[in-house]
């Protein structure tokens, strides 16, 4: 069990638009370890966010509470690329409303 | 898995213990070496290794191999230098012959022609310190072999007429030389005799050498055979009468090789012993040089082995010490998740209730599943199975307060539906970080009535006698997420003799697999129709996680009689 570690990438190709890229699997010690990125990231201002997940083989529920904190902090969360696992995940958890896909 | 409240209290330190009894309770590594007490453990410090013994063994029998090679090596050189030199020896031995023989046929040549004054003449160049020989003689033969001209000393052989007489009678004309033996008389002389081969005048020349005083001489330092000392015998055995020199005290012990050279009529045995190593000091040396070098590298060798065992036994008893930790932590968090969820499900009749609750084996703090049965007392039962994200006491903190709320909301009346609105003002995932997934239904257990709300679960699976299938929930967003409006309770009827099975997604999420998949594994797992609500939960239990899944996994079953 020793997959490559989760990542978190943050950067702002139009200001006010920020783009998050996620990879690696997203479970709880991913995302206990991403903490204090994550933490940086919910402080930033931003108008939208689009979070890249192409990235992501796997996400758990606290993966996915990330991604709906961002949706909270920020109201326009888009997500891009997630693969068939990662968008059943969501859709299972009622929650494609609040996390659309969007393109690129 | 569940353990003893007393223990759990004991390990969260909340009752006070002695070690050795805190120990004990730790069944999980109980029995084990690391349990023992510490006396034993400075004990087994204190002694050396077997592993280390066995190096330093077989580093010793190695060395000792060396060593004996070494010697064995060093024993066949000298052996094989002396063999050689003596053959040497000798040969320079038999190379001296000619030059005692030649001076004497050209002496009896003169004798034989009567011209006295060139014989002395050339003999007296024979004898004395110069010389060969003490004295030259010329002899008449005859029945009292007497000298008729003499050079040099007075012969010893003269002064013994039976002597000389027993000796010149086998006297005879030939090329050899005749020589008269040891003369052991006031002055121990060598006599030699010489008779050309076809002389007939009745003469005979004799020479004597004096041997050394003490028969013993010194071979020239630097010379070929410096190295060796000898000891010389006339005739074709070592005895000591006939010792005619020896460079060393006698007997002559250790190493040695005798050689017997023709002389004359007779022999010389030439026996040599080395004076020193024949191989110069390094090769005599050379097996002690192995047998210390061997030593101090077995000792290190010895040492490295036990500085190495220890260090792995170090290690094993840290990757024990890890592992007892491991298993109480595991322990707490297990002992604490079973605290907060029911400790028994409510007795209702016309219904038959199961629950299970497993741990997951991948993180070992306490995680956010819960299942919970509420008797409403108007006929109806209500049934919760729930998962709040993440792991840890917020979420174990978190799950409580839910299962608390939703247990208080029963108890006011509300509605799946509007229960589940209610709890969204408890947990919010901007500001918590969490969020819950929840499973909320409402059984009416005469009719088999279910109303059923999902935020954000995973649907409920019926299986009945005949096979398995999933209801179909409209699926809202998870308490804590807030914003979209929620779906209102599905109403479906639970036929009797089937078993609705709620469960937490640890029991059919895998890494890699889409949860599609899972949940047609746990699909066919419960449509083998099982007996009870309690043998189905084990039966999918046993199936879909038999050793324990990575997350924790909450199973709740409740089947309707007939």
């Known amino acids: 069990m020793t997959e490559p570690e989760a990542t978190l990438a943050v950067a702002e190709p139009v200001p006010g638009r920020l783009r998050v890229v996620l990879a690696g699997e997203l479970d709880v010690s991913a995302v206990a370890r991403l903490r204090p990125e994550i933490d940086a990231l919910l402080a930033r201002p931003a108008e939208a966010v689009v979070v890249d997940l192409a990235g992501v083989g796997f996400l758990d529920s606290s993966g996915l509470a990330v991604l709906l904190e961002l949706a909270q902090r920020f109201g326009d969360v888009g997500l891009s690329g997630p693969s068939a696992i990662v968008r059943r995940v969501i859709e299972s958890a009622g929650v494609a409303a609040v996390l659309p896909e969007v393109e690129g | 898995m569940v353990r003893p409240g007393a223990g759990a209290l004991r390990r969260l330190g909340l009752l006070s213990v002695r070690e050795g009894t805190e120990r004990d309770a730790l069944d999980g590594t109980g029995g084990d070496a690391d349990s023992q007490p510490a006396a034993t453990d400075r004990q087994r410090r204190a002694v050396v290794h077997r592993p280390a013994l066995v190096a330093l063994g077989v580093a010793l029998v190695v060395t000792g191999a060396l060593a004996w090679a070494a010697s064995s090596s060093y024993e066949d050189n000298e052996n094989r230098l002396l ?272 629950a299970r609750y497993v741990a997951g084996v991948r993180g070992m703090e306490i995680g956010g599943d819960w299942y919970d049965v509420i008797a409403a007392g108007d006929g109806t039962v209500v049934l919760v199975v729930g998962d709040v994200s993440g792991r840890g006491l917020p979420a174990a903190t978190t799950m409580a307060s839910l299962r608390y709320a939703v247990r208080a909301y029963v108890g006011q009346g509300d509605e799946p539906d509007r229960l589940v609105a209610k709890l969204d003002g408890l947990l919010s995932v901007g500001r918590d970080g969490q969020f819950a997934t929840l499973l909320c239904g409402r059984l009416e257990v005469a009719s088999g009535r279910l109303a059923l709300v999902s935020a954000g679960h995973p649907p409920p699976l019926v299986a009945g006698p005949d096979d398995a299938r999933y209801l179909t929930v409209p699926v809202g967003p998870p308490v804590g997420v807030g914003g979209a409006t929620r779906p209102a309770a599905v109403e479906v009827e639970l036929p009797a003799g089937a078993t609705l099975l709620a469960f937490t997604d640890g029991l059919v999420e895998r890494r890699g697999e889409h949860l599609d998949d899972g949940l047609e594994r746990l699909r066919k797992a419960a449509d083998d129709g099982a007996a009870s609500a309690g043998s189905l939960l084990d039966d999918v239990l046993a199936q879909l996680v038999p050793d324990g899944g990575d997350d924790d996994v909450a199973l709740l079953g409740i089947r309707r009689l007939r």
């Open chain 2, 83 to 354: 063999t050689l030199q003596v053959r040497q020896a000798a040969a320079a031995l038999s190379a001296a012959l000619p030059g005692l023989q030649t001076p004497l046929v050209a002496d009896y040549e003169l004798a034989v022609t009567g011209d006295d004054t060139q014989l002395r003449s050339y003999a007296a160049s024979q004898v004395g310190p110069k010389g060969r020989f003490a004295s030259v003689s010329v002899w008449q033969l005859g029945a009292s072999p007497h000298p008729v001209l003499v050079v040099g000393d007075a012969p010893e052989l003269a002064a013994h007429p039976a002597r000389a007489a027993a000796f010149f009678a086998g006297v005879a004309p030939s090329a050899t030389l005749h020589v008269a033996g040891l003369l052991d008389l006031a002055r121990p002389a060598l006599g030699y005799a010489e008779v050309p081969p076809g002389a007939n005048a009745g003469l005979a020349v004799y020479a004597e050498s004096m041997l050394h005083p003490a028969t013993r001489g010194a071979t020239t330092r630097g010379s070929a055979f410096s190295d060796l000392n000898f000891a010389l015998y006339l005739g074709p055995r070592p005895e000591r009468r006939q010792l005619i020199e020896a460079t060393v005290p006698l007997p002559i012990t250790g190493r040695q090789r005798m050689e017997v050279v023709p002389f004359g009529d007779t022999s010389i045995t030439l026996v040599a012993t080395p004076d020193q190593p024949l191989g110069g000091g390094l090769t005599q040396n050379l097996r002690w040089l192995v047998v210390g070098g061997g030593i101090v590298l077995a000792l290190l060798a010895g040492l490295t082995a036990e500085f190495l065992v220890r260090r792995r036994r170090t290690a094993e008893r840290l990757a024990a010490e890890n592992d007892r930790l491991y298993r109480q932590q595991r322990a707490v968090a297990e002992t604490l998740q079973h605290a907060l969820l029911p400790t028994e499900l409510p007795e209702v009749a016309g219904v038959e209730l199961a």
